[in-house]
């Protein structure tokens, strides 16, 4: 199994500032089948990124991913409002499919 | 316009079993993979359990393998979660979820069901 941790756990900042989250994979991720979602509470998730770092449809292009291998990156470039919200990696590449614990982008 | 709407959650004892269904609409159903991932209260998802498009593969997150059985029938446009031998640890919302045609991400996600384990 693929076990993927987030880092950081939470990440305190200001609107308008820019967010980096990291994912790491224990193992390879095959042809970065490395995806990123966004949940916020009393939601379901959302899809960001797939591909580790194509957008999803109608994702705005300040989110970014990026990386390869067993280290992945989603960047926030300017914090909105409604950036601020839980985000998951995952890896889909082989079963079984694993989720990271989750980072919480919380507003400083 | 993609829906997925599930139904069959609520209160089960230890031990017990329930079956989730799942309606889709707006979309070919059998031409896509579909996902069971749940989230216990207060936590992260889980994966639970994938199944191909035509049913002839089904895969499984290691602590509901030999418990949970994923199924589909196509022409009702409908997923199923069949769980057997429930612990409170199986606690959690469960959501369906649509794959995209370029791989097993999810896509698209369900409103969500909550299951609850206890005595």
């Known amino acids: 199994e693929i076990v993927l941790t987030q880092s950081p756990g939470t990440l305190s900042l200001s609107p308008g500032e820019r967010a980096t989250l990291s994912c790491w994979a224990s193992q390879t991720v095959g042809s970065s089948y490395l995806a990123w979602y966004q949940q916020k509470p009393g939601q379901a998730p959302r899809l960001l990124i797939y591909?580790?770092?194509t957008r999803a449809t109608g994702i705005p292009d300040r989110f970014s991913g990026s990386g390869s291998g067993t280290g992945f990156t989603l960047t926030i470039s300017r914090l909105e409002p409604e950036d601020f919200a839980v985000y998951y990696c995952q890896q889909y590449g082989r079963s079984p499919l694993t989720f990271g614990g989750g980072t919480k982008v919380e507003i400083k | 316009q993609v829906q997925l709407v599930e139904s069959g959650g609520g209160v089960v004892q230890p031990g017990g079993s329930l079956t989730l269904s799942c309606t889709a609409s707006g979309f070919t159903f059998s031409d896509y993979a579909m996902h069971w991932v749940r989230q216990a209260p207060g936590t992260g998802l889980e994966w639970v359990a994938l199944i191909r498009y035509n049913g002839n593969d089904k895969y499984y997150a290691d602590s509901v393998k030999g418990r949970f059985t994923i199924s589909r029938d196509n022409s009702k446009y409908t997923l199923y979660l069949q769980m057997n031998s429930l612990t409170t640890e199986d606690t959690a919302v469960y959501y369906c979820a649509k794959t995209s045609i370029l791989g097993w991400f999810i896509d698209f996600w369900g409103q969500g069901t909550l299951v609850t384990v206890s005595s």
């Open positions: 591909g580790a770092s």
